[in-house]
């Protein structure tokens, strides 16, 4: 069916059901890259509804205009990818609407992520590859300051690595991907190329995301997930049998405060003190933050600076 420049849009799976929603899959565009769409709408009972919560906050947004498919409120993730990796995207709307209620129950229903689970399986598949092809990557966001010793609980699990690393361990993660590896859209860095992935079972477990700008011009100074893992710093910690390299919990210090999360930034301030603060880092990282100079005062009284 035409739409949009005459491009044909066609649903390619569905309408299939999972967590109150109700989900298709379309393709659109004659050339690649060709656009991949998730739809997901209020299912009803037919779909055990209503969601226990809306979508955003996996990435999801609502179209400008109504869709052909699901109407004017129904949530979309959208992807640029060659029409060849149609099955790959197959299987990862797929997993994503199998593992959605374990997914909204973490962020909904108070369910505890199982990142320690989701860790083990994601070392034991990337961590050797990835060493003997010599593909930098690391740990960021709340999982690395939890590695080194915050009282805090993470929700998810932030890889960084480089535009190599982005599509390598897509392939290692193959089974476990929610969205498939591809241009696409996310709050924050804007266009980038990643994938994001649940690991575990339908009903446990922990998502995994990991991407890279797509954008020109030099690094960021101090940047946590850029092109490159280069701008970074990170630290060693280990976990189970593995050692790992993880960004340095100032990162998600400053993250924490701009959020206003203030159980997190007691809890991420003892740690920073106990390693000993990277100043250079933390005056960075405050400078490029949204905080008025008091709240970046309080953070640097936080760790003793």
Not at 109 to 131: F, H, N, S
Not at 160 to 165: F, I
Request: aromatic share 8%; net charge neutral.
């Amino acid at each position: 069916m035409p739409v949009g420049g005459g491009l044909p849009r066609q649903m390619i799976s569905g309408p299939d059901l999972g967590a109150g929603f109700l989900h298709q899959l379309s393709v659109e565009g004659e050339t690649d890259p060709r656009t991949f769409t998730f739809h997901a709408q209020d299912g009803g009972s037919d779909a055990a509804g209503p969601p226990k919560g809306p979508l955003g906050v996996f990435g999801f947004v609502h179209p400008s205009s109504a869709c052909m498919f699901g109407g004017p409120r129904c949530w979309h993730r959208s992807f640029a990818a060659p029409h060849a990796e149609a099955p790959q995207v197959r299987l990862a709307y797929n997993r994503n609407r199998f593992v959605l209620q374990a997914m909204i129950d973490q962020a909904y229903a108070g369910v505890a992520a199982d990142v320690e689970g989701a860790l083990r399986t994601l070392c034991e598949l990337v961590a050797a590859p990835m060493r003997s092809e010599r593909i930098p990557w690391f740990l960021g966001g709340s999982t690395a300051a939890w590695l080194l010793g915050a009282a805090i609980r993470p929700s998810d699990i932030d890889l960084g690595t480089d535009r190599t690393g982005v599509d390598r361990v897509a392939t290692l993660l193959g089974p476990y991907l929610i969205e498939p590896v591809a241009v696409t859209e996310w709050v924050g860095p804007g266009t980038v190329r990643g994938a994001r992935a649940f690991l575990g079972t339908f009903e446990k477990g922990a998502r995994l995301e990991w991407a890279v700008p797509v954008r020109t011009g030099p690094p960021t100074p101090f940047e946590e997930f850029g092109a490159s893992p280069d701008p970074v710093r990170t630290v060693p910690v280990r976990f189970a049998t593995w050692e790992l390299r993880v960004s340095r919990p100032e990162y998600s210090l400053v993250r924490a405060a701009t959020k206003g999360r203030a159980e997190s930034v007691r809890a991420i301030a003892a740690v920073v003190r106990a390693r000993g603060p990277d100043l250079e880092l933390l005056e960075g990282l405050l400078a490029r933050s949204a905080l008025p100079e008091p709240a970046r005062d309080a953070v640097r009284a936080s760790v003793g600076a």
